[in-house]
């Protein structure tokens, strides 16, 4: 049976369509791309990022779930993307769902999945080339530690220089971190 069958019909699309909207939402947060390249580059490495997620048991069988079926609605994807002044509101709603309809650990997982999608957009654009080396072997390991340090990069500006992210996306992962733990 499949994890996401527990969930209303609704509640499924909300839960699938963060994986890409929390993508869309960080990329269009920042100020300093040019042009639709770097957009495209942006979505690029968020659905490498959704297929990673979806091919690994990392962060448990909804997560891979929700990033797998993320991908295979592409007739969405549309939709999603123009759906992200939300974005926010609607983690909180995802989190209400999952605290309701999930388990313990299914949680903790889901908001590492969608601050890994998020830090990953957000990097695309200015990757260095040792980022983009670690996009083969590792490269997921190499994304869950970023995002279990984003929130301790939150207090310490030096952190996010490693990151390698706009100070525009440093304040939307900041207010995805706040809204996953409150």
Same mark, same amino acid.
């Given at each position: 049976?499949?994890?996401?069958? =527990?969930?209303?019909? &609704?509640?499924?699309?909300?839960?699938?369509?963060?994986? @890409? /909207?929390?993508?869309?939402?960080?990329?269009?947060?920042?100020?300093?791309?040019?042009?639709?390249?770097?957009?495209?580059?942006?979505?690029?490495?968020?659905?490498?990022?959704?297929?990673? @997620?979806?091919?690994?048991?990392? @962060?448990?069988?909804?997560?891979?779930?929700?990033?797998?079926?993320?991908? =295979?609605?592409?007739?969405?994807?549309? =939709?999603?993307?123009?759906?992200?002044?939300?974005?926010?509101?609607?983690v909180k709603k995802a989190k209400d769902l999952i605290i309701t309809q999930g388990t313990v650990e299914e949680?903790?997982?889901?908001?590492? *999945?969608?601050?890994?999608? &998020?830090?990953?957009?957000?990097?695309?654009? /200015?990757?260095? &080339?040792?980022?983009? *080396?670690?996009?083969?072997?590792?490269? @997921?390991?190499w994304l869950s530690e970023k995002a279990t340090h984003v929130a301790l990069a939150i207090n310490d500006r030096?952190?996010?220089?490693?990151?390698?992210?706009?100070?525009?996306?440093?304040?939307?992962?900041?207010?995805?971190?706040?809204?996953?733990?409150?």
């Open positions: 049976m499949s994890e996401l069958q =527990r969930f209303l019909p &609704a509640d499924q699309d909300l839960l699938v369509g963060l994986f @890409l /909207r929390v993508g869309y939402w960080i990329s269009g947060i920042d100020d300093t791309d040019i042009g639709d390249g770097s957009e495209q580059q942006e979505e690029s490495q968020m659905l490498k990022i959704l297929k990673k @997620l979806s091919q690994s048991d990392k @962060l448990g069988v909804l997560c891979a779930e929700l990033a797998s079926e993320a991908l =295979r609605q592409k007739g969405n994807w549309t =939709r999603w993307s123009t759906q992200t002044d939300t974005v926010l509101e609607d949680l903790p997982h889901f908001g590492k *999945a969608l601050v890994m999608i &998020a830090t990953a957009v957000a990097q695309a654009f /200015r990757e260095e &080339a040792e980022d983009v *080396a670690q996009e083969g072997n590792g490269y @997921l390991s030096a952190a996010y220089k490693d990151l390698n992210i706009s100070p525009a996306e440093d304040s939307a992962l900041n207010d995805l971190l706040t809204t996953l733990k409150g």
